[in-house]
């Protein structure tokens, strides 16, 4: 339970303590097992390791500095708008892996060659962004896993960071995550009582 209790957003961390690639991947694929809707998979993220690559959010950032100064990577999650494009790969890949049989699989790719005609683009953004979202959640407690911490930044410019990072618009901005070694005990933050949040009915 105390990864789940125990999490607070980390805006301070050690600067010398760099997460190493490939336990960085590692954290991301774990992480990438968070559902998303007709599992097309449509998250995408830009990661900055290098102070160069940072520096270049700088500008755009809405304070969130201490984050950017001290993080081990900033993790901006993109939600890819043709997500329609990878279909084919996702559910011919579980057919050929024996993850589903050949009738799922005709099945879907011909339901998503249907929605792919009529859908609106709001909606494959709104689709979009609650995926990024659940991948983030998952990446925040993976981190933690990992004995990391991790702050959710929504404190940028989303009109601009796209041509900051040279990212082309069919990528569109869900979210940033910083991650590290915390330095900081964070704050303790009040949770509104389920009398405030939950119906039964
Ligand atoms: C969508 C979203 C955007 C956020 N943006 C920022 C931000 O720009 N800067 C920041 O310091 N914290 C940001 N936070 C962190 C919240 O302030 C924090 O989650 C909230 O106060 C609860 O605290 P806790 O995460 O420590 O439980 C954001 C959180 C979410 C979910």
Redesign the pocket.
């Known amino acids: 339970m105390s990864i789940f209790l125990d ?3 980390i ?1 301070k961390y050690k600067k010398d303590v760099k997460i190493d690639k490939n336990t960085l991947n590692e954290m991301i694929e774990v992480a990438m097992r968070a559902p998303s809707s007709m599992n097309l998979q449509p998250t995408r993220l830009v990661v900055l390791e290098s102070n160069e690559a940072k520096e270049k959010i700088r500008p755009i950032l809405f ?2 500095q201490l984050q950017l100064d001290t993080a081990s990577h900033f993790i901006v999650i993109f939600t890819d708008l043709n997500k329609y494009d990878k279909a084919d790969k996702i559910f011919k890949s579980a057919f050929d892996l024996g993850i589903i049989p050949k009738e799922v699989m005709d099945s879907q790719l011909s339901r998503i060659s249907e929605i792919k005609k009529t859908v609106p683009e709001t909606k494959v953004l709104h689709d979009g962004i609650l995926d990024g979202g659940l991948f983030a959640m998952q990446f925040m407690l993976v981190a933690r896993e990992y004995g990391y911490d991790t ?5 940028f410019n989303r009109s601009l960071i796209n041509e900051a990072l040279n990212i082309d618009k069919h990528l569109h901005p869900v ?1 940033i995550l910083s991650v590290g070694k915390s330095d900081e005990s ?2 303790q ?1 009040y949770r509104l009582p389920l009398s405030d949040t939950v119906i039964y009915k």
């Open positions: 999490r607070r957003s805006r304070g969130n702050c959710p930044i929504g404190g979210l964070g704050y933050s």
